[in-house]
């Protein structure tokens, strides 16, 4: 499992699993970082959120396609 160096985690994840890098965890910062910023549902103190787990899925789901150019209907 990898984490950045924030001391909390050394203390609930069993060392032989565990590395401390920030070099590992950039990338997914990234997407958390996109996935606020175009989806309401997932952003900090915000009216909106998720009432069903398949709509979230289903809205990630269209936002990475959009990203990736998968989607046609956007274009």
Known sequence: MMTDHWRAYAEFI??????????????????NGILR?????????????????????????LLMKNRNKELSIFN
């Open 14 to 31: 069993p060392e032989t699993i565990h590395t401390q890098s920030k070099a590992e965890t950039y990338t997914v910062e990234g997407y």
């Open 37 to 61: 910023h175009f989806l309401a549902r997932l952003r900090r103190k915000t009216k909106c959120y998720t009432k069903s787990l398949e709509m979230l899925k289903y809205s990630v789901l």
